[in-house]
């Protein structure tokens, strides 16, 4: 009497050197194997897009139907351009801000012209069928980097058949003969679907709820301008709530909607102490622009605030130095308020009229700023 074969079981919460168990699923997926792999939403099952017949199988096994495309896990959002070369900047952009993460995003693009098409060609049909491709980004470490180190791009897909849920622990796995080896890392916390986004020229939609709300994705999507002095207390808050004012003004809308249209607008300091007030003349002297700064609290430059900003306009040339010491890779979308290359004044200590004249100098330097975003005064 034949015994069932049941899948290598590695149990990631015991092993010595999670590398080891990494490098071991590498040589399986290389192989042709099929991996089971955890993410953050639910396990999925990893095979190379190199091994056809890999992918059939696991296309079999999960009864996937015909015309579902199957995704790919990507390891970066850098690589994203190398699969759908037209993809547009801000829809990249939204891309890079969300992963690693649980969003499967559904592109559109010049699919034939990315290296979809130097995938075998029974893979090109059943990961790139038409002119979109389905990716993602898993958060785990793991699987990630068993993303990065396969040769060649990982295939991922739900641990499960068509109308089963979702495999939240691995224990149903091993029982799969189909299955290669199981990544164990216990049961998945909390489990809820990836959301699935489809991006393409005219912008994004969710296409199925999931772990990260539309709400969450329309903030990541959004355009971030941060302004930026030393304590973040009178001049980059004073541009700050100015320009949200300004923008509100030229969208005709409450300054607590720009998000929703799409504008999310920051300040900080690179000398700043977290969570103090701004300075009270300047919180007097712009409300005489519908801005408020009764709610201000500082906040101090960091290299995460300057990877996701679009724009990052410095108020001094100093401070534009510093910023480029700290992230020497934002240099293109780092600049100063004074189109002129001037620096602006520093008001602390001063009275309520020298507020003044740095809030209407700040003001006459955002007029151009919002021009070159597109948002036109009325």
């Known amino acids: 009497m034949s015994?069932?074969?049941?899948?290598?079981?590695?149990?990631?919460?015991?092993?010595?050197?999670?590398?080891?168990?990494?490098?071991?699923?590498v040589a399986c997926l290389a192989k042709g194997g099929i991996v089971a792999v955890p993410t953050e939403t639910a396990y999925s099952l990893a095979v190379s897009a190199l091994r056809p017949e890999a992918v059939e199988k696991v296309r079999v096994l999960t009864e996937r139907p015909e015309g579902r495309p199957m995704t790919l896990g990507?390891?970066?959002?850098?690589?994203?351009r190398d699969w759908v070369p037209d993809l547009p900047a801000e829809r990249l952009r939204l891309v890079q801000r969300v992963w690693p993460g649980p969003v499967t995003f559904i592109v559109a693009g010049?699919?034939?012209?990315?290296?979809?098409?130097?995938?075998?060609?029974?893979?090109?049909?059943?990961?790139?069928?038409?002119?979109?491709?389905?990716?993602?980004?898993?958060?785990?470490?793991?699987?990630?980097?068993?993303?990065?180190?396969?040769?060649?791009?990982?295939?991922?897909?739900?641990?499960?058949?068509?109308a089963e849920p979702p495999a939240v622990s691995a224990d149903a796995l091993v029982d799969f003969?189909?299955?290669?080896?199981?990544?164990?890392?216990?049961?998945?916390?909390?489990?809820?679907?990836?959301?699935?986004?489809?991006?393409?020229?005219?912008?994004?939609?969710?296409?199925?709820?999931?772990?990260?709300?539309?709400?969450?994705?329309?903030?990541?999507a959004a355009t971030i301008i941060l302004f930026v002095c030393t304590g973040n207390t009178c001049r980059s808050p004073m541009a700050e709530a100015l320009c949200k004012a300004m923008l509100a003004q030229r969208m005709g809308c409450p300054i607590d909607e720009l998000e929703d249209r799409g504008f999310v607008v920051l300040s900080a300091g690179v000398g700043a102490?977290?969570?103090?007030?701004?300075?009270?003349?300047?919180?007097?002297?712009?409300?005489?622009?519908?801005?408020?700064l009764d709610e201000h609290a500082s906040r101090k430059v960091?290299?995460?605030?300057?990877?996701?900003?679009?724009r990052i306009i410095a108020m001094t040339r100093e401070h534009l130095d510093a910023?480029?010491?700290?992230?020497p890779e934002a240099a293109g979308r780092?600049?100063?308020?004074?189109?002129?290359?001037?620096?602006?004044?520093?008001?602390?200590?001063?009275?309520?009229?020298?507020?003044?004249?740095?809030?209407?100098?700040?003001?006459?330097?955002l007029a151009p700023l919002l021009d070159e975003l597109g948002i036109f005064a009325s």
């Open 323 to 327: 910023l480029l010491t700290i992230a």
């Open 273 to 292: 102490f977290e969570g103090m007030p701004a300075a009270k003349n300047a919180a007097e002297v712009v409300r005489a622009w519908g801005a408020s």
């Open 74 to 80: 990507l390891k970066s959002a850098e690589e994203l």
């Open 110 to 162: 010049d699919v034939a012209g990315g290296l979809a098409c130097r995938l075998p060609g029974s893979v090109r049909k059943l990961v790139a069928p038409g002119d979109t491709l389905g990716v993602r980004s898993p958060m785990h470490p793991a699987t990630r980097e068993i993303a990065g180190l396969l040769p060649g791009p990982l295939i991922l897909t739900g641990a499960r058949r068509d």
């Open 302 to 310: 960091t290299p995460d605030v300057l990877e996701i900003a679009d």
């Open 177 to 220: 003969p189909e299955i290669d080896m199981v990544l164990d890392d216990g049961p998945v916390e909390g489990p809820m679907p990836s959301t699935v986004v489809r991006l393409d020229a005219q912008g994004w939609v969710v296409v199925r709820p999931g772990a990260v709300d539309a709400q969450e994705l329309a903030k990541l």
């Open 334 to 365: 780092c600049r100063l308020l004074h189109r002129e290359g001037r620096d602006v004044p520093d008001p602390i200590g001063s009275d309520k009229a020298n507020y003044r004249r740095v809030a209407e100098a700040i003001r006459g330097h």
């Open 3 to 25: 015994q069932t074969r049941r899948a290598e079981r590695i149990d990631l919460l015991q092993v010595d050197d999670p590398r080891d168990a990494v490098h071991r699923a």
